[in-house]
């Protein structure tokens, strides 16, 4: 059973909440899977707490693993990593992420990793997240959002996972705000554009409630097309 990387075509598309959702739809069928964010950023009310995401990740997917292999690296500033690594003054080692890695997947059946950004945020000055899925050699899927400028994200997310010949399953469309394009006509859009798959639309929710939208996530697709076996 292979693990999956979860990337975006930009920032704030609903990456964690997708995620989340795949993770908690295969623990339901007795699925063990394990989670991972190499890389989180952003304020934290204590040096001995979580980060948002990493809460929302370890809550869903049940997971007892320590901290250090599900989020290795932590940055409290909202900057990329290779950003925040020289303003902090603290190195990042890929090693140390692809050995928790591969040490999460000694754990469990499959592990689902959550990126930070999209696939050319810089995590050190000549390697990005793009080189990250490359290297632990997992499938991909991406997260776009429904905004006007979509379109033209999403093309050139599916151009650099071609270049990099990273094995792209294919796209959700996550709508976290109200306007942009109608779902149907973005979802058409990209399958003809891309020739990849577009596994759902997720319409915005006005009044959002993590736990409905994850609940409610299997009622917009089958997590078996996801290419999960036994599911």
Same mark, same amino acid.
């Given at each position: 059973?292979?693990?999956i990387?979860?990337?975006?075509?930009?920032?704030h598309?609903?990456k964690?909440c997708?995620?989340?959702?795949?993770?908690?739809?295969?623990?339901?069928?007795?699925?063990?899977?394990?989670?991972?964010?190499p890389?989180a950023?952003?304020?934290?009310?204590?040096?001995?707490?979580?980060?948002?995401?990493?809460?929302?990740?370890?809550?869903y997917?049940?997971?007892n693993?320590?901290i250090?292999?599900?989020?290795?690296?932590?940055?409290?500033?909202?900057?990329?990593?290779?950003?925040?690594?020289?303003?902090?003054?603290?190195?990042?080692?890929?090693?140390?992420i692809?050995?928790?890695?591969?040490?999460?997947?000694?754990?469990?059946?499959?592990?689902?990793?959550?990126?930070?950004?999209?696939?050319?945020?810089?995590l050190?000055?000549?390697?990005?997240?793009?080189?990250?899925?490359?290297?632990?050699?997992?499938?991909?899927i991406?997260?776009?959002?429904?905004?006007?400028?979509?379109?033209?994200?999403?093309?050139?997310?599916?151009?650099?996972?071609?270049?990099?010949?990273?094995k792209?399953?294919?796209?959700?469309?996550?709508?976290?705000e109200?306007?942009g !394009? @109608?779902?149907?006509? &973005?979802?058409?859009? /990209?399958?003809?554009l $891309? =020739?990849?798959?577009?596994?759902?639309?997720?319409?915005? !929710? @006005?009044?959002f409630? &993590?736990?409905l939208? /994850?609940?409610?996530? $299997? =009622?917009?697709?089958?997590?078996?097309?996801?290419?999960?076996?036994?599911v």
């Amino acid at each position: 059973m292979r693990s999956i990387f979860v990337t975006g075509t930009d920032t704030h598309v609903g990456k964690t909440c997708v995620t989340a959702s795949i993770v908690k739809s295969l623990r339901d069928v007795d699925i063990d899977v394990g989670v991972m964010k190499p890389f989180a950023s952003g304020y934290k009310k204590n040096s001995n707490s979580l980060s948002q995401d990493i809460k929302i990740l370890m809550k869903y997917s049940n997971s007892n693993d320590p901290i250090d292999l599900v989020n290795p690296y932590y940055f409290e500033i909202p900057t990329s990593p290779y950003d925040a690594s020289k303003l902090l003054r603290k190195e990042i080692n890929i090693q140390n992420i692809i050995d928790a890695y591969e040490k999460l997947l000694s754990y469990h059946d499959l592990v689902i990793v959550e990126g930070i950004g999209g696939l050319m945020t810089p995590l050190t000055q000549d390697y990005f997240v793009s080189n990250l899925i490359s290297e632990l050699n997992i499938d991909t899927i991406v997260v776009s959002g429904s905004k006007i400028g979509t379109v033209n994200h999403t093309l050139l997310t599916n151009e650099h996972c071609k270049q990099l010949g990273l094995k792209l399953k294919g796209f959700v469309i996550n709508q976290t705000e109200p306007g942009g !394009y @109608e779902l149907s006509n &973005l979802k058409q859009q /990209i399958q003809e554009l $891309t =020739n990849q798959t577009v596994y759902c639309t997720i319409p915005y !929710y @006005e009044h959002f409630d &993590l736990d409905l939208y /994850i609940n409610n996530f $299997t =009622n917009f697709v089958n997590i078996s097309k996801f290419g999960f076996k036994d599911v």
